[in-house]
């Protein structure tokens, strides 16, 4: 052995003993330490660059991803995974939703067993790339027979609160909620259909984030915090369905509010049709708000530019466009969003839409009211 093979072997030892202190001293992050596929999920975090860390029972995945310099994605990013099988992990799941697009963050929801609990939240950095994970992985066989489920995921941002004084106007109601919590963007009040000067005994609060919502939602919670000297009521509110700019662009149906018990369905095809004699097909009056089809798109949206505020029998009206929702897609989200495990959508060629701006709308279509609005449906109810 010459003097360069004793300097090689001497290097060599001393590099082996530096890989073995190096692998003594590395972490791994919790939730993945002693995971039954633990060197599965470290292979993953050294080819994507990706950190993993398990924590309120889920295991995030990025968050944001390797070298992220931009803002967090907008809302619409995230889609809903169900149905997944208890022993799949993101070892297997990454690979699936990473060929749609780049993957910000991952969410698996993890029990104490070291088991999924049959769902994640997948967000994209772009919302082109949620759809497309829609299409083209709804159904997706992850294992033989075991097919995934994925639809769009809503980040919820919005309160309910109930138990407010009836004659408390939407900007004394939007000044108490800010005083206690952070981050409200809105309030949504519903004037009462027999007393336009009365709210029905509840609004809707809008939050900056879902995080933000959320710190309220927990303040708020019943023997924390008084509003007006009294108990109120607070949960979460039916998130605000988020259409497709491609199917918004079709409707040619308005959703009015904020009517009179007493008007008619034919006062508000005559108001509604008077820039265009004909335009109006028909009129779907609800106790204090309507649905009105018109013709023609083009006649909405004329209708709705100059109508929107205008006082019609003693009330103000309230015009938008209503929203298009698949109804049976949108039943299944509401299943999966309650933690149903079979709850998933299906893509239909024909999809049973109905128009929707609000629970009241969802309801009237049959959609039941503990799945809209949960333990405060007697608001809803009462305030008819």
Not at 120 to 129: G, L, P, R, S
Not at 207 to 213: D, G, L, Q, T
Not at 356 to 361: E, Q
Request: charged share 25%.
């Amino acid at each position: 052995m010459n003097e360069f093979d004793t300097m090689t072997a001497e290097d060599s030892t001393a590099s082996m003993s530096n890989d073995s202190s190096n692998v003594a001293t590395t972490k791994v992050p919790e939730g993945v330490a002693g995971a039954p596929n633990e060197a599965a999920l470290l292979a993953l975090m050294e080819r994507t660059g990706y950190s993993m860390i398990q924590e309120n029972g889920q295991r995030k995945y990025g968050g944001p991803p390797p070298g992220w310099e931009g803002l967090h994605p907008p809302r619409g990013c995230e889609v809903f995974v169900g149905k997944i099988p208890r022993d799949v992990y993101e070892d297997e799941l990454v690979p699936v939703f990473e060929s749609v697009g780049r993957i910000y963050e991952m969410r698996l929801m993890m029990d104490f067993d070291g088991k999924n609990r049959g769902y994640a939240f997948v967000m994209y950095t772009q919302k082109h790339e949620a759809k497309r994970a829609v299409r083209e992985l709804n159904n997706y066989e992850i294992r033989p027979g075991r097919l995934l489920g994925v639809c769009c995921s809503v980040d919820n941002c919005r309160l309910f609160i109930g138990g407010i004084p009836k004659m408390k106007k939407r900007e004394e109601i939007l000044e108490e909620i800010a005083k206690v919590t952070e981050g409200v963007l809105d309030v949504i009040v519903y004037a009462s259909a027999a007393d336009k000067m009365k709210n029905r005994g509840f609004a809707f609060v809008e939050y900056e984030s879902h995080r933000a919502a959320a710190m309220a939602r927990r303040k708020l919670m019943p023997g924390r915090i008084q509003l007006w000297g009294h108990q109120i009521a607070v949960d979460w509110a039916e998130p605000e369905i988020d259409v497709d700019e491609d199917v918004m662009e079709t409707v040619k149906i308005l959703y009015v509010r904020n009517l009179m018990i007493e008007t008619t369905e034919d006062t508000i095809k005559k108001v509604f049709g008077q820039f265009n004699p004909g335009c109006v097909e028909r009129v779907k009056k609800i106790r204090d708000y309507a649905f009105v089809h018109f013709t023609t798109r083009e006649d909405a949206i004329h209708a709705m530019n100059n109508l929107n505020g205008v006082e019609l029998e003693g009330s103000c009206l309230e015009v938008t466009l209503a929203k298009p929702v698949d109804k049976e897609q949108y039943t299944r989200y509401q299943k999966a969003a309650k933690g149903g495990a079979a709850a998933t959508p299906e893509v239909t060629q024909q999809p049973n839409y109905v128009y929707s701006c609000d629970p009241y709308t969802l309801a009237y279509y049959g959609y039941p009211y503990n799945a809209l609005i949960g333990p405060n449906r007697d608001y809803f109810v009462k305030g008819w």
